[in-house]
């Protein structure tokens, strides 16, 4: 098949890693005979300093025109002065909404070897599977924002139609999986949670009544996801509940650096990518961790491209190189880290064997 990738680096680590995931992606059409074209742009504080803008123009055309949209990372102490005007997360936040944007895909899913990088008993991490399903484009992150002299605010608002949307987008997965959806909201104190609450419950029983729907407040849930991981199938939450969840469930799986995700909407173009930041203590170095990346482009292939079996070669390869003790910086012994390019070359090297073979398709 033909597909456009638009290419967006970003700020600090992610060039290097977006670049890892470029070549694999380059190895799999090859393998598989399907023509991908690369086009880069400008976004977050590398487009700040090109245009002032966070998000030029012809980056969100060309974001428009592709098939899928691969990122990198954005922000970094350079464009971090809470007094500018502009800062590189405006183009991250800019782009979701802009596109319809509005699920976010975290799988977590530790791979043994990294169980001793994670702070978690490796008898609580073993058989964990989850993914978070997290509402992007609404909420407190996007409502009115007001500032006066000595006091600031933020709106959270949801519509039952930004609500049922995201519910449902979590049911199909959830259908795919083990039927078990855990809806997170703060139900005791926020109006829009009992909204949520409200949402979920209704589109689960009329649409989805195979599923088993529990509610979970954010605070217990913060403490069940360390305590019970293995109980949890599908999480479905509002944006900046998701935000923070996230960022604690990446480390049942021992590193940032091993977490990608996929962010939806109604249409095919999907944005993909990594769950870690910019990194911009390590940028320029050659010892990111690139296997995010390259997970995220195999969520490309999946959920952009329709391409499942280029996935799963994608996802294999990873779990091999890993398995393998292919490991970088924040997950090997000091002395034993790898870098960026090798981590890569260690994803090529393992393609299990049924994708050596190039298939031939129309
Ligand atoms: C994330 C990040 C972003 C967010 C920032 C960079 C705006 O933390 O993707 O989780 O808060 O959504
Ligand atoms: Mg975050």
Same mark, same amino acid.
């Given at each position: 098949?033909?597909?456009?990738?638009?290419?967006?680096?970003?700020?600090?680590?992610?060039?290097?890693?977006?670049?890892?995931?470029?070549?694999?992606? /380059?190895?799999?059409?090859?393998?598989?005979?399907?023509?991908f074209?690369?086009?880069?742009?400008?976004?977050?504080?590398?487009?700040?300093?090109?245009?002032?803008?966070?998000?030029?123009?012809?980056?969100?055309?060309?974001?428009?025109?592709?098939?899928?949209?691969?990122?990198?990372?954005?922000?970094g102490?350079?464009? $971090?002065? *809470?007094?500018?005007?502009? /800062?590189?997360?405006?183009?991250?936040?800019?782009?979701?909404?802009?596109? @319809?944007?509005?699920?976010?895909?975290?799988?977590?899913?530790?791979?043994?070897?990294?169980?001793?990088? $994670? *702070?978690?008993?490796?008898?609580?991490?073993?058989?964990?599977?989850?993914?978070v399903?997290?509402?992007?484009?609404?909420?407190?992150?996007?409502?009115? =924002?007001?500032?006066?002299?000595?006091?600031?605010?933020?709106?959270?608002?949801?519509?039952?139609?930004?609500i049922?949307?995201?519910?449902?987008? &979590?049911?199909?997965?959830?259908m795919?999986?083990?039927?078990?959806?855990?809806?997170?909201? =703060?139900?005791?104190?926020?109006?829009? $949670?009992?909204l949520? /609450?409200?949402?979920?419950?209704?589109?689960?029983?009329?649409?989805? *009544?195979e599923?088993?729907?529990?509610?979970?407040?954010?605070?217990?849930?913060?403490?069940?996801?360390?305590?019970?991981? /293995?109980?949890?199938?599908?999480?479905?939450?509002?944006?900046?509940? @998701?935000?923070?969840?996230?960022?604690?469930?990446?480390?049942?799986?021992?590193?940032?650096?091993?977490?990608?995700?996929? $962010?939806?909407?109604?249409?095919?173009?999907?944005?993909?990518?990594?769950?870690?930041?910019? &990194?911009?203590?390590?940028?320029?170095? @050659?010892?990111?961790?690139?296997?995010?990346?390259?997970?995220?482009?195999?969520?490309?292939?999946?959920?952009?491209?329709?391409?499942?079996?280029?996935?799963?070669?994608?996802?294999?390869?990873?779990?091999?190189?890993?398995?393998?003790?292919?490991?970088? &910086?924040?997950?090997?012994? *000091?002395?034993?880290?790898?870098?960026?390019?090798?981590?890569?070359?260690?994803?090529?090297?393992?393609?299990?064997?049924?994708?050596?073979?190039?298939?031939?398709?129309?």
């Amino acid at each position: 098949m033909q597909a456009e990738i638009l290419v967006l680096p970003g700020d600090g680590i992610g060039p290097e890693v977006t670049a890892a995931a470029v070549t694999v992606l /380059r190895n799999v059409a090859a393998r598989h005979g399907h023509e991908f074209t690369f086009i880069e742009r400008l976004i977050g504080g590398a487009a700040i300093d090109a245009t002032g803008e966070p998000l030029p123009a012809d980056t969100l055309a060309a974001a428009k025109k592709a098939d899928a949209v691969l990122l990198g990372a954005v922000g970094g102490p350079k464009w $971090s002065d *809470p007094k500018a005007k502009v /800062r590189p997360e405006q183009g991250l936040l800019a782009i979701r909404k802009a596109l @319809g944007l509005y699920a976010n895909l975290r799988p977590v899913k530790p791979h043994p070897v990294a169980f001793a990088a $994670s *702070p978690i008993k490796p008898h609580l991490l073993q058989g964990v599977d989850l993914v978070v399903v997290r509402e992007l484009t609404g909420g407190i992150y996007f409502g009115d =924002k007001q500032r006066t002299a000595d006091s600031a605010s933020d709106l959270c608002t949801y519509s039952v139609e930004e609500i049922e949307r995201v519910i449902r987008r &979590a049911c199909r997965l959830a259908m795919q999986r083990n039927r078990h959806v855990t809806s997170v909201d =703060k139900a005791n104190v926020l109006e829009t $949670s009992r909204l949520w /609450r409200e949402v979920a419950t209704r589109v689960v029983r009329e649409e989805f *009544p195979e599923i088993t729907l529990e509610h979970q407040l954010v605070d217990s849930m913060a403490m069940h996801l360390l305590a019970r991981p /293995r109980e949890y199938d599908v999480i479905v939450t509002e944006n900046m509940f @998701g935000d923070i969840l996230t960022d604690e469930a990446s480390m049942l799986a021992g590193s940032m650096g091993l977490l990608p995700s996929a $962010s939806l909407g109604e249409g095919r173009v999907g944005l993909y990518e990594p769950i870690h930041g910019s &990194a911009p203590d390590i940028a320029g170095r @050659g010892i990111a961790n690139p296997y995010a990346a390259i997970l995220s482009a195999a969520m490309l292939l999946r959920h952009s491209l329709g391409l499942d079996a280029e996935a799963q070669c994608v996802e294999r390869a990873v779990n091999a190189a890993l398995a393998a003790g292919h490991l970088t &910086a924040d997950l090997a012994k *000091p002395d034993s880290a790898i870098g960026t390019q090798a981590a890569t070359r260690a994803v090529l090297d393992h393609f299990p064997l049924p994708c050596q073979v190039p298939e031939l398709r129309d």
